[in-house]
């Protein structure tokens, strides 16, 4: 058996660990200049690759290396072109979910290059299968535990899984609202997992809110009502927590924020992250995109940082 074979019998390990060292390791093959690509490789030596296996490594190649050029290589100006027109087509589509994760999806895609929102879409879609076998086996073990779908899935992805909040000392680091990167490093800010409580529930049927609190990003279950802080550790906030946040930010609070609005406050942490880091042009392309979704709505407190 070949290193190629015995890799490719890896790639759809279930194991994390596993499936980023080998993930690593077939980039470094195709990146070879020892030997031709890795389709190539494949064919040459004969190899019958499953359609699973297809479709995992041609998100694999997709994906950007940590020392990748892609980006590069088609030119700052490119991307950014390439940015703006995925953002137009993003608001031409009616289902909510669906605007929330290609918004999201076009972002990963212009800081990480091509391939980087596949992968987040990959990802969610692992948790999502995930989810099942973990919530089949603590129905199984616990009466209480199947009664709200809600926190059995903010259980599995912030403690089982462990999914959590980014430092403060990390809080303007423009990954932090990158939907690929929170996925695969576990950490980010309380709209980016907000944000993935929202898919993953989708995927596996349920109606997951984003409640736009001022300064930190909330979800909430549409049908139990209940509201979740996903930047500390999924925890259910209590009737007089929830209480006095009505009083606060009453609107907020009591309407779901829609997908374009979420997009617009990842839009404008970005902009204040970018500016705080000293990236003046990316910060103003994040402002031009505010603009372009052309909605009065959006443009409240655009210079803050709302986590």
């Given amino acids: 058996m070949t ?7 890896l790639c759809d390990d279930p194991s994390p660990i596993v499936a980023r060292k080998v993930a690593h390791r ?4 195709d990146a070879s200049e020892e030997s031709s690509d890795l389709w190539s490789e494949i064919e040459a030596q004969n190899i019958v690759v499953s359609a699973s296996q297809r479709a995992i490594l041609e998100t694999i ?29 993003v608001f ?20 990480n290059g091509a391939g980087s929102g596949a992968r987040g879409r ?7 299968l995930e989810f099942g076998d973990f919530d089949l086996a603590n129905s199984s073990s616990d009466a209480n ?25 990390d809080y303007y680091n423009p990954l932090q609202s990158n939907l690929t990167v929170t996925l695969e490093n576990g950490r980010g800010l309380p709209i980016t997992l907000a944000c993935i409580f929202i898919l993953v529930g989708r995927r596996v049927g349920l109606s997951i809110e984003g409640c736009s609190f001022p300064g930190h990003f909330l979800a909430r279950d549409a049908q139990s009502g209940r509201v979740f802080d996903a930047f500390n550790g999924g925890r259910t906030l209590s009737p007089h927590e929830i209480s006095a946040l009505q009083k606060a930010a009453p609107d907020e609070m009591s309407e779901a924020a829609s997908a374009r609005e979420i997009a617009a406050r990842v839009l404008r942490n970005l902009s204040v992250a970018y500016y705080q880091n000293g990236e003046t042009e990316k910060s103003v392309l994040m402002l031009s995109l505010l603009q372009s979704m052309d909605d009065d709505s959006l443009s409240d407190h655009s210079t803050r940082f709302q986590r």
């Fill in 145 to 169: 535990f199947q009664l709200d779908e809600a926190a059995a899935l903010a259980k599995f992805l912030f403690e089982f899984k462990s999914l959590r909040g980014a430092p403060a000392e």
């Fill in 61 to 89: 190649l997709a994906a950007p290396r940590s020392d990748s050029t892609k980006n590069e290589d088609i030119g700052e100006s490119g991307r950014n072109d390439k940015l703006r027109a995925a953002w137009l087509e």
């Fill in 3 to 9: 290193e190629l074979t015995a890799l490719l019998k």
């Fill in 122 to 128: 990959l990802l969610l879609d692992e948790l999502a």
């Fill in 92 to 111: 031409q589509q009616d289902d909510e979910a669906r605007v929330l994760e290609s918004a999201l999806c076009a972002l990963c895609d212009w800081q």
């Fill in 26 to 29: 077939l980039r470094e093959l």
